[in-house]
């Protein structure tokens, strides 16, 4: 009986000329259809200039898991807000997260900064360590790999072609990393500030240091006990600038560089958080270039 509920949940996959993969951001997007190629589409459930901690559920969205036939996520507590409940709405076996047709991608990446007092955990919203590890590209590849595997155990028929996707995928992601690691060589040790941690891997890749967020906690809006303590902070150290992210406003940011003349720089975390970035690579050109 097990057997035919398996055959019965796998059958209707191998007719389909695309596999339909709704996936929770643009950048897990961009990545699944590089592997996927013609012989899938992805539904990308959130937009890129949204913040990813906090997306809307709209009815909409949950039509789109509804005919989803695999779902992949960035996991780590990203979606936990929204994507939970438009998978429960949905009720699609598919992307149920026991099916085999579920990706989690956090499963497969070592998280960093995770919270070593009870207490931090009050409304910190990365309880398990740092999930915006997309943004170290080294991690684009690892999660490439995971992908790739992904869609070979979901449409074996085609594994040549995801095989074939995937190695030219490393060798031209390879090469760009060669040139994001010289453009960032130079800015090794460079002081920043962030907003939100958004950039805990990126800063990892090339050796920034983070001195300080203007969220208290990650999550809890800036208070002006803290904003005084940053301020502080910026006098006695000097961080080259402020990296914002693009969804947040950069009021409390904009006051802190009125007393200090520190800059703001906009840090795009994903494809269409700003209009110049259509694509992975111009995501990490972007990022490359503007920290200064
Ligand atoms: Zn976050």
Redesign the pocket.
Known sequence: MKKLLTLLTLLPLTLLAHLNIAVSYPYIGALTKSIGGEHINTVVLAKGNWD??FVIPRPSLITKVRNADALIMNGGQ?EIGWLPPLINRAGNPRTSPRASSFLNLSHHIELINKPVDVDRKDGD??PDG???FHLNPNNILLLAGVIKKFLISLDHEHQEVYEKNYASFLSSWSEKIKGWEQKMAAKKGMKVIQF???LAYFNQAYGLQNIGTIEPL??IPPSSKHTFKIIELIKEQKPCCILHDVYHSTKTAEYISSKTGIKIVLMPHDINSLESIDDLGSLFDHLTEAVQ
Do not use: A, E, F, Q
């Open positions: 990813p901690h990203l919203i990365h740092n999930p915006h939100h941690d958004n990650p999550g």
